[in-house]
């Protein structure tokens, strides 16, 4: 159904939903992440927007808010919300799989 990289920024998205469910992810954090080039994390960011299954904010037509919306974590499936960020946040994210 999805492709691996929009899978692997849905998943992403995820995660970072369950350390910060008030806030957005930016572009640079997933890119650096993912050890992947903007330019394809701006083309899967507004395909998962255009399927509602992120929310974006884009500026001068570039994507650079994003987060995961109901209907996103609804075709995660099970999530595991945990509270504050802490020092190590990302390094976790890299230990439970992402």
Do not use: P
């Not at 469910?21 to 930016?26: K, N």
């Not at 890119?31 to 509602?52: D, H, I, N, P, Y």
């Not at 499936?77 to 890299?94: P, W």
């Amino acid at each position: 159904m999805y492709e691996e990289l929009e899978l692997k920024i849905l998943k992403l998205l995820a995660k970072n939903f369950e350390y910060n469910q008030a806030l957005h992810m930016e572009t640079e954090q997933i890119c650096a992440l993912l050890g992947v080039k903007r330019g394809e994390v701006q083309t899967v960011l507004k395909s998962l927007g255009e399927a509602k299954l992120a929310s974006l904010y884009i500026e001068r037509e570039k994507v650079k808010l994003a987060k995961i919306s109901w209907q996103g974590l609804n075709e995660i499936g099970d999530i595991n919300l945990k509270f504050g960020m802490g020092k190590d946040a990302y390094a976790n994210y890299k230990k439970e799989g992402i």
